[in-house]
């Protein structure tokens, strides 16, 4: 991870950024009352990233998940990127991916007892929420830093390692959402997908977020599980364990971590990468069935994402190939060090004395 400042040239076309000008404004609207953020009486935790797609996001909303669900009552919020639906829904038994959009649905999958909800409008979302959940104590508000409406009580802001914002531009010139500057509404800051970083690193990386705001900053890695296969019933017992070579089927930002997993693990690995959030065409899927019919290795699987999978399942026309060799990598967030009790103290208070019973309790 370099840590250089950004260059000359990169501040000059800073300078010229309308798209910089204009989110900058708005923040400013925000910061002086001009455009109004609403506050609500219950936990509200926003997981977000000034960059565009690939901080990893969905890993680190799961893990609050996990941290709180035992404890507290969850509803999940997101804008729902990508689904075929308007305004407000909320995910049950029934409920479709294009409804809902492929993270919440994959949530909503995972964790079947808590609320997932979707909206573009945050504010309308939390009423929603708060007024058919009776005794709800936080709602995760997944990709919503930028979405100011909302004042979060606790917001943390997730950075990607391996392309720091500070290495980075705003829009079209690079991948910012928003000029560095937003690191001053973070309560809590995530170096994410940290894998080989040194204690160098780490320390330099900390100073300089805490040049813009003295905040808590932390340091995470994704942790792959066991691959498992995505139709239990099809597939042979230790196909993956046998296999030797990998048709790897992603439509993510940033494939190149899962597919260096899996070389570590000793197969041979080939990459069919699709677009981020990428819905799969009848075409898609035959040429992922051709594509891994090509192989002339006996001993093979196809593996693709949890994010991915919640799209392959939706499908019916996936061929007995497909259905009969595909696997999922599972992924886990590890808090680096000895911070993970540091950083789950802070979270677990904010929740205990901003939940909707705490201020029930405390009246």
Known sequence: MEKKGRSIYGQMLDAVNPYRWITGTR?????????????????????????????????????????????????????????????????????????????????????????????????????????????????????????????????ILLIDSNRPIWQDRVLPFGRLRETIAGIRRADVVIMTKCDGITEDEKRWCSNYIKGWKDTPVFFSRMRYGDCYPLFKEASAPGKYERAKEVLLVTGIAKPEPLRAELASRGAKVTLMQFGDHHNFSTADLDGIAARFEAIEEKDKVIVTTEKDATRLLQRTDLAQSIRENIHVMPIKVEILGDEEEVFNKIVEEYVTENSGNSRIFKE
């Open 27 to 155: 923040n400013l609207m925000f910061d002086n009352g001009i455009l109004e953020s609403r506050s609500f009486p219950i936990a509200t935790i926003c997981i977000g990233n000034i960059s565009v797609g690939g901080t990893g996001k969905t890993p680190h909303t799961e893990y609050l998940i996990e941290l709180l669900q035992n404890n507290h009552s969850i509803a999940v919020l997101s804008r729902g990127y990508g689904r075929k639906s308007k305004g407000y829904v909320k995910a049950d038994g029934v409920t479709q991916m294009p409804q809902i959009g492929d993270e919440p649905f994959q949530i909503k999958n995972k964790y079947p007892d808590i609320s997932v909800a979707v909206c573009e409008k945050r504010v309308t979302g939390i009423e929603r929420l708060t007024s058919e959940i009776k005794g709800l104590d936080v709602i995760l508000l997944d990709d919503a830093y930028q979405h100011r409406y909302v004042k979060a009580g606790l917001n």
